[in-house]
Nanobody, 124 residues
Framework: QVQLVESGGGLVQAGGSLRLSCAAS????????MGWFRQAPGKERELVKG????????TYADSVTGRFTISRDNAKNTVYLQMNSLKPEDTAVYYC?????????????????WGQGTQVTVSS
């Protein structure tokens, strides 16, 4: 079993920055592919960024290209999402998730473990 706990969300003005953290406990963290999802009211949950065990990252939401960076520290069992130049449309609940199996990376059903989510609100 793996427990994921997000932190770092909050209210920020447009153009500002936030850094989200996701601390993992339980099974070997480094073996999991980690993803940051977000879900805005009335919208589906979407994968924003993902990172493999060795630090290779992928951007899945074109709208965050050049603004968001995902990273992980396997020694600290933590994955981060650095968000810069935030826009009101980035407002959502952000979730970290872990997977060790197969399936489409963008499919939330392919992830085995989820955090409780952290609210990010960007004011204009």
């Amino acid at each position: 079993q793996v427990q994921l706990v997000e932190s770092g969300g909050g209210l920020v003005q447009a153009g500002g920055s936030l850094r989200l953290s996701c601390a993992a406990s339980g099974r070997t963290f480094s073996s999991f592919y980690m993803g940051w999802f977000r879900q805005a009211p009335g919208k589906e949950r979407e994968l924003v960024k993902g990172i493999n065990w060795s630090g290779g990252s992928t951007t899945y939401a074109d709208s965050v290209t050049g603004r968001f960076t995902i990273s992980r520290d396997n020694a600290k069992n933590t994955v981060y999402l650095q968000m810069n130049s935030l826009k009101p449309e980035d407002t959502a609940v952000y979730y970290c998730a872990a997977r060790s199996g197969n399936g489409a990376y963008t499919d939330p059903r392919s992830y085995d473990y989820w955090g409780q989510g952290t609210q990010v609100t960007v004011s204009s």
